[in-house]
C-alpha cells in the first residue's frame, strides 16, 4: 500500500512539472507578452526608420502572434511559424509562399470588397451578387453578412464611419502581408533581402491609402470583421487600443 502510494505521489509531481514546463509557464510568458510591454529583439541588428515604419504597419497581426516589433525576426519558433504557415495559408514551400504574397499584393481580399461596400450601401445583396457563380456568390455573400451584422457594434466600439467603410481593408491585407513575409524569412522561405523588399511594398501601398495609424488599423479591423464577424476582431481590438495608448509602443514612437 505505502509502494503504491509512493508510485501515485511520484507520478502527481511528475505530471505536475509536466504541466508547469509544457502549459502553464508557455501561458504566462504568453499572457505576459500580450498585456505587458511590447516584444522587443534586444540583439536585433540596427533599422532605420522606414524599416520600423514598414514593422509597424503589419503591427496588429504580429502582436497577435507575440512577435518582435524591431526586428525582421518575429522571435516565434520555427516550428510554430511552420505550422501556422500550413494550416492558415496552405504555404509549405517558397513556391507556394511567393503565389500567396503575389496575391495580397495585387488582389487580396480587397479585390471583393466594392461589391460588398456596394451590398452595404444599397442594402440589396441578391441584386449586386446575382451575376456571380454561386461558390464565389456564397462567399461573397457571407462577408457581407459579417460585416452588415457587426455594424453597430464596429460603430460604438471603433466609432467606425462611412468614411472607414469608403476608405476599404487595404490595411487587412498589408497587415497580413508584413507578417507572412517576416514569418517566411524565419521558416527560411525568404532571403533577407528578399523579405525587406516585400516589407517595403507593404509600407508603400499603406502610405499611398492611408494618412495616419487610426486610418490603416480601421481598415484592418474592417476586414478581420469582413473575414470573421465582430467576435473574430476582438483580440485585435484590445491589440490595438495597447498600440495606441502605450508608451512604448511602434505607433508612438513611429510617426506614420
Known amino acids: 500500500m505505502r509502494l503504491n502510494t ?71 519558433n520555427t516550428k510554430r511559424l511552420s505550422k501556422m504557415l500550413r494550416k492558415w495559408w496552405d504555404i509549405h514551400n517558397r513556391e507556394d509562399a511567393i503565389s500567396v504574397i503575389n496575391w495580397l499584393i495585387s488582389e487580396g481580399h480587397r479585390e471583393v470588397y466594392p461589391l460588398i461596400l456596394e451590398a452595404l450601401k444599397t442594402n440589396n445583396p441578391k441584386k449586386v451578387f446575382c451575376s456571380l457563380g454561386k461558390e464565389h456568390r456564397n462567399e461573397i455573400n457571407e462577408f457581407y453578412e459579417n460585416i452588415n451584422n457587426s455594424k453597430k457594434e464596429l460603430n460604438e466600439t471603433l466609432e467606425i464611419s462611412e468614411k472607414d467603410l469608403d476608405n476599404g481593408i487595404l490595411g487587412w491585407d498589408v497587415s497580413r502581408i508584413v507578417l507572412l513575409a517576416r514569418t517566411c524569412f524565419d521558416c527560411g522561405f525568404f532571403s533577407k533581402e528578399e523579405a525587406w523588399k516585400i516589407l517595403g511594398i507593404a509600407n508603400n501601398l499603406a502610405h499611398e491609402k492611408f494618412s495616419s495609424w487610426r486610418e490603416l488599423s480601421n481598415s484592418v479591423l474592417i476586414g478581420g470583421t469582413m473575414w470573421g464577424g465582430y467576435d473574430f476582431i476582438s483580440n485585435k481590438i484590445y491589440i490595438t487600443e495597447d498600440l495606441f495608448k502605450k508608451e512604448n509602443s511602434p505607433w508612438n514612437k513611429c510617426e506614420f
Open 6 to 76: 509512493l508510485i501515485y505521489y511520484v507520478l502527481g509531481i511528475i505530471i505536475a512539472i509536466i504541466l508547469l514546463i509544457k502549459v502553464i509557464i508557455p501561458f504566462a510568458v504568453t499572457v505576459k507578452k500580450i498585456f505587458g510591454n511590447f516584444h522587443l529583439n534586444k540583439k536585433s541588428e540596427e533599422i532605420d526608420e522606414d524599416q520600423y515604419r514598414a514593422l509597424s504597419v503589419g503591427a496588429i497581426h504580429g502582436e497577435q502572434i507575440t512577435a518582435y516589433v524591431n526586428s525582421l525576426e518575429t522571435g516565434i
